[in-house]
């Protein structure tokens, strides 16, 4: 069985965006920018929802053809490429690359993609991770937390309908006061 974990950059308030969308305030350090780079190199498949999507395929296809890439963008660029990719979305028609369209029940295929054995997976974008945390497909938590408060925009967390009990496996800070915080999913009694 896959292992599927939901990691954003987060503010301290529990937004992964501002409102209006702004993530200006998530610009990762070099060393922070490495270790988003490396586990996309060691994801076995990211599932992605349409907003997310569409921000990571209209820059990082090409970045690392542009002027100015610096290596780590390169390196960045050609990983994200060749990481194999779901979309989930009802409203686009088509995605390119190594990418693969979803259009029906987001927890049935991603319970589908779990079941599969393979590398671990990703899921990005607030709605689509949203709806697995709610299903209990979540299997770990990646919260690399940003020092400001952003006072509203895109959840981190949704509403849920149970509790969710958690391990604390990884704690890490980057430059800038970022905190990094992992945590498993404690499936069954206590510990």
Do not use: C
């Not at 992992?182 to 069954?188: D, F, K, V």
């Amino acid at each position: 069985m896959r292992k599927l974990a939901f990691g954003m950059n987060v503010s301290l308030d529990g937004y992964i965006a501002a409102p209006g969308g702004d993530i200006g305030w998530s610009v990762p350090s070099d060393e922070l920018f490495q270790w988003w780079s490396d586990r996309v190199g060691a994801t076995g498949l990211a599932l992605y929802g349409r907003k997310l999507w569409e921000t990571m395929s209209s820059h990082w296809p090409t970045a690392d053809r542009q002027p100015g890439a610096t290596p780590a963008q390169i390196e960045f660029a050609r990983r994200w490429r060749d990481m194999p990719k779901v979309v989930f979305s009802s409203t686009i028609s088509t995605v390119d690359g190594n990418t693969r369209l979803v259009t029906g029940d987001a927890v049935t295929e991603i319970t589908r993609l779990k079941a599969d054995d393979g590398a671990a997976m990703d899921i990005g974008g607030a709605t689509l991770a949203a709806s697995a945390m709610r299903a209990g497909l979540i299997d770990e938590y990646v919260i690399v937390t940003h020092p400001v408060l952003v006072g509203g925009g895109t959840p981190f967390f949704t509403d849920l309908d149970n509790w969710i009990n958690l391990r604390l496996v990884e704690t890490r800070t980057f430059p800038g006061s970022v905190l990094l915080t992992r945590y498993e999913t404690r499936r069954g009694g206590p510990e």
